[in-house]
């Protein structure tokens, strides 16, 4: 019965199998999520499916530390999230896995979004809590002096600063969208999801002018909670072989199966409950085969 996790602590099967860019110090796995199950399962003729997706979590990776998971991070108001030219790509209070998803789909030579920036002003990083920090704490001083976040006077400084040309313009439209309430272009806080993460106070919960120095700046990467991919099951957690006829006695559930969400994700919890259903499923199977075994001698 193999229940473990999946690789997304092995570099070498994240480049074999994953988007690029990608990196193990994105990941907010488990360390020892390194991918063996996978390879035991792969020798023994065991057929594979999403080996290419992750259950996604935008994350920002300060120096030293562990990656941050942005969740509600990314619907306040006063912040957008933009590509290496400074224009937003998507609708930043996207479920996180639909986010990562998107910074991968958005990529181009031209303009990358991986990383991105997140910006916010000072009004936002007052009055909000923005990656584990109370609202009004200041950011740790070695964040600055690692030049991992970036702060200025003004909006056009923090663009030079970032190399992102576009960034003045994208924030003054994004104020005027903030203005009206409607975002235009990507219709951030049209959804409830959206607005669960914003401020009530405002008409739209997730829109408010970047207008308030001093401003700050972010990379955002595209991490994850663990990886997707992995071996074929049946109901029974029995595993299958790419004829789908199943490998007698070896049986997965975990990370170390593709998921049965496919390329979805519903919500949180999607990686627990399959994994617990189908190992109580695979359980149960074993438990009858070696019924029958008994009985039958």
């Known amino acids: ?77 006063g912040m957008v999230i933009v590509d290496e030219a400074g224009e937003r790509y998507a609708n930043e209070a996207l479920p996180y896995h639909a986010f990562t998803d998107r910074m991968y789909a958005a990529d181009r030579p031209e303009a990358t979004t991986v990383p991105s920036w997140l910006v916010l002003d000072a009004r936002s990083r007052a009055r909000y ?36 040309p576009a960034l003045a313009a994208t924030v003054r439209r994004f104020n005027g969208f903030a203005e009206r309430g409607v975002d235009e ?34 990379p955002v990467h595209p991490g994850d909670i663990g ?3 992995g ?12 004829d789908s006829s199943p490998i007698r006695g070896l049986y997965a559930a975990g990370n170390c199966s593709a998921a049965v969400m496919g390329d979805t994700y519903p919500g949180p919890g999607a990686t627990i409950g399959p994994a617990m259903a189908f190992a109580w499923a695979a359980v149960n199977a074993i438990a009858g085969e070696r019924g029958a075994a008994a009985g039958g001698s």
């Open 129 to 164: 809590i923005f990656a584990g920090l109370f609202p009004g704490q200041p950011f740790p001083k070695r964040w600055l002096e690692s030049g991992f976040l970036k702060k200025a006077a003004t909006v056009e400084e923090l663009a030079r600063q970032i190399s992102a």
């Open 227 to 229: 990886t997707k991919g």
């Open 1 to 77: 019965m193999l229940a473990s996790g999946g690789f997304s602590h092995d570099q070498e099967l994240r480049e074999k199998h994953l988007p690029a860019p990608t990196s193990t110090a994105w990941t907010h796995a488990s360390p020892g999520q390194t991918g063996d199950a996978l390879r035991l399962g792969e020798e023994l003729g065991a057929a594979t499916d999403l080996l290419d997706r992750v259950w996604g979590a935008p994350s920002v990776c300060p120096p030293g530390e562990r990656p941050f998971f942005l969740v509600a991070d990314r619907g306040i108001p």
């Open 231 to 242: 071996l074929v099951t049946d109901g029974d957690g029995r595993v299958l072989r790419e």
């Open 185 to 218: 272009d990507f219709g951030r806080g049209a959804s409830v999801y959206d607005r669960y993460y914003g401020d009530p106070t405002l008409p739209n919960p997730n829109l408010a002018p970047i207008d308030k120095g001093p401003f700050y700046a972010v």
